[in-house]
């Protein structure tokens, strides 16, 4: 089988690639291992699984064909964004200071996933391998050899990796760099709570962790608590009432009395800074090229932001093919500023407030009271966060 692209990941990143090259004229192929994904719309069935979008990343789903097969009453806005230090220092951003309807749209993974798969299956320059596993990867100067665990034989003059975090295409390449782990784990559950969010999304700093709130439709919310795994530990043995206690203590009651929708998880926290995220013949988005602490949410609208990026590259790439390495060095160096400023400013933050030192402490609290009085510069952070 002869293509022009494979893409080797079906998720949010890789299902959203496919969707965006629909129009353009170049065969393609899907690699997934898993089953088609299947959501769910039920009540009392939530995914514990739940990312916040940015405006410019739901106007490329729509493009893609995506967020318009949504349901919406599963869909939040989030009109207000307030971040607190652990000394009494805060930091509100609002769509209304910003002069947009909303910052942020949160909502399951799974019905997003859904979506962008009941595209892929009516798409025609598109052939959906799944389930089907990878076996060995063969690159040369002409083409990527794919051979699947079935024994069947994949060429196209682009792989595109984005198979997640561990990436099995990046491990197949000569790309030495590893993961730095953070000694931390992202903690996630779903709640409803008996006082209305109105729109609003809360993060904690504190010398033991972070805790973000995230509203969901009614009144519900979806958390992520980034620990040391030994808390992590902890508050996994909890029970359902024990957890809901240390949650709402945790964030001083701000929405009153809670109640476990979603079991919680938990899933270790690393970095990971590659030096390249092309080769020749050879391209990596989303958790495959990155990896960032999710403290600001922006994991997934990265690898959108790659997506949009690489589709744009391979739609403009003239006389040159999809895999030649000058054209992937476009869609490398376009990508390199948001990728590493997201690292550098979640890394900085994440040793700033999960330290001790009191002289830190102090700066730490006071930088963010004064970032709040200077609106200009909160209008500047906040509306990168919107891209």
Known sequence: M????????????????????RDSGLKLALVESGPSPQASTAEDDWDARIYAFTPGNVQFLHECGAWQRLDMSRVQQVEEM???????????????????????FILESRLLHEALWQGLREQENLTLLHPAQCAALAIDSDAANLTLKDGREVKAKLIVGADGRDSWVRHQTVMPEVPTPYNQHGLVANFTVSKAHRGIAYQWFTEDGILALL??????????????????????????????????????????ELKVITAPAAFALRVLNLAHICKPRLALVGDAAHNVHPLSG???????????????????????????????????????????????????LKHLFVNSNPVLRTLRNVGMAATNAIVPLKKMLARHALN
Request: glycine share 10%; with cysteine; charged share 25%.
């Open 2 to 21: 002869e293509f022009d692209i494979i893409i080797v990941g079906g998720g949010l990143v890789g299902a959203s690639l496919a969707a965006s090259l």
């Open 82 to 104: 307030r971040v607190f230090g652990d000394t009494g220092a805060k930091l509100n951003f609002s769509a209304y200071q910003l002069g947009v309807p909303e910052m942020a």
């Open 215 to 256: 509203p969901l439709p009614g009144r519900r919310i979806s958390i992520v608590w980034s620990v040391t795994p030994e808390k992590s530990a902890e508050l996994l043995a909890l029970s359902h009432e024990e957890l809901c206690a240390r949650v709402a203590e945790a964030s001083h009651h701000t929405l009153g």
């Open 298 to 348: 922006q994991g997934v609208n990265l690898g959108l932001r790659d997506v949009r990026e690489l589709s744009q590259t391979l739609m403009q790439r003239g006389a040159l093919d999809c895999g030649d390495l000058r054209l992937l060095r476009r869609y490398e160096k376009a990508r390199q500023d948001d990728i590493l400023s997201m690292q550098l400013t979640t890394d900085a």
